[in-house]
């Protein structure tokens, strides 16, 4: 199970092309890869809000009648495709994902690796939905070149989502 959040056959969405590891998370928990992959226009990466929409829709054709989708795996910045994405991008993809009633996995763990002209918009300071209905994973591997020693962190504001995730890693 994803953080107890899915159980084994529910959907996680996924915006391909992304870090490979994210479809491990995924199928080694269980549950299915639902793509929403990203577009190419003009040569710029946007994200698919309609097939974003279309996922939540119940006739979604992945997935079984007591399955659903739960929770989107948001990259930002993305690898590979480089995006850092603004907040108009952040904020249309989280109403969509949170309205449906799903919960928002970010991992901002490139944050600090930016041109300097951009700014990174950290998910959860949009609003407190969006803060409550989130999980923002980071770490100082990338920013200080300490890939390898596992030092993640995770940051779950909702308190019931935290024990959820304790419980689920304890128990
Ligand atoms: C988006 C993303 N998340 C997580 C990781 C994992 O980081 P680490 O190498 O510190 O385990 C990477 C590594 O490339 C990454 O690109």
């Known amino acids: 199970m994803?953080?107890?959040l899915t159980h084994p056959g529910d959907g996680v969405i996924l915006q391909e092309p992304v870090y490979h590891p994210f479809f491990l998370a995924v199928t080694n928990s269980g549950c299915?890869?639902?793509n929403n992959g990203l577009k190419l226009i003009n040569g710029k990466y946007i994200m698919d809000y309609n097939g974003l929409e279309d996922i939540f829709k119940?006739?979604?054709e992945f997935l079984s009648d007591s399955n659903r989708v739960k929770t989107i795996i948001f990259c930002n910045p993305h690898n590979p495709?480089?995006?850092s994405w603004d907040k108009e991008e952040?904020?249309?993809?989280?109403e969509i994902v949170i309205g449906n009633g799903g919960i928002v996995i970010s991992d901002e763990i490139h944050c600090e690796i930016l041109f300097k002209k951009q700014k990174h918009i950290p998910f959860a300071t949009i609003s407190k939905e969006f803060?409550?209905?989130?999980?923002?994973?980071?770490?100082?591997s990338k920013t200080f070149n300490l890939a390898g020693l596992e030092i993640s962190t995770i940051i779950?504001?909702?308190k019931k989502i935290r024990d959820n995730f304790i419980?689920?890693?304890t128990g």
């Open 32 to 34: 299915q890869i639902i």
């Open 90 to 94: 952040i904020v249309r993809m989280g």
């Open 156 to 158: 779950i504001p909702n």
């Open 81 to 83: 495709v480089g995006r």
């Open 2 to 4: 994803l953080f107890d």
């Open 167 to 169: 419980n689920t890693r």
């Open 131 to 140: 803060e409550q209905n989130c999980i923002i994973c980071m770490s100082p």
């Open 58 to 60: 119940p006739q979604f």
